[in-house]
């Protein structure tokens, strides 16, 4: 069976405990089953770790200290919400946590089916936002992954693959060139756009790529968190 030509492709750097990057990959999505050229793109996952080495902690907390207040995580965690259920999703920051999310970076790396993966992703964004479950455990993610169709290959791949590790952190180096917090999206390895846009920003970049507007870099920012906090 002959696989279509790939002939874009938008790299996405976030993490799972982002709360704008569920926000943004909806929207992303919704905007590229628009484009009329979508079966063309390949889209690739890139990691990114907002608190590398950090131990879990409730998600609420760890807002109300990034953003120097309760006043301004209140806001900014009603303004997900808001946001979050436009596009269908279910935010339920009383439950969520916060931390280290390598080895759900890595076990997204370790899958090579493209169609799995993508499940994957959502699922990780879908079990600890909505249903609370830890990112932080690898039980917890085995049993996310096995849900989606992981297979036992993969997970034993992704917690003894070193190269994995160094895949992530070559993410995350390539990102930190990009001097840009999550979530981020590089369109062609030509220009790029940031935040949480809306999906008519998205639908724009992508018709912006397919007309290979490379003489003028169209920089587009929204809602981006990075490892000082959100905004």
Known sequence: MSSVSKNFVVDIWSDYVCPWCWVAKRRFENALASFPYKDSVQVNVRAYRLAPNHVAEPMVGALKRKLGSPVSAVSMMSAVKQYGQSSGLDYRFETMLFGDTADAHVLVKAVEDEAVKKDLVEALYEQSTTQGKSLFDRKSLEAIAKSVGVSDESVLLAWSSQDLRFQMQEDERAAAQFGSGV????????????????????????????????????????????????N
């Open 183 to 230: 979530p981020f999206f590089v369109f062609n390895n030509s220009f790029s756009v940031s935040g949480a846009q809306p999906q008519e920003a998205f639908l724009q970049a992508l018709n912006q790529m397919y007309l290979e507007s490379k003489g003028e870099d169209e920089s587009f920012s929204g809602q981006v968190c990075g490892l000082d906090g959100c």
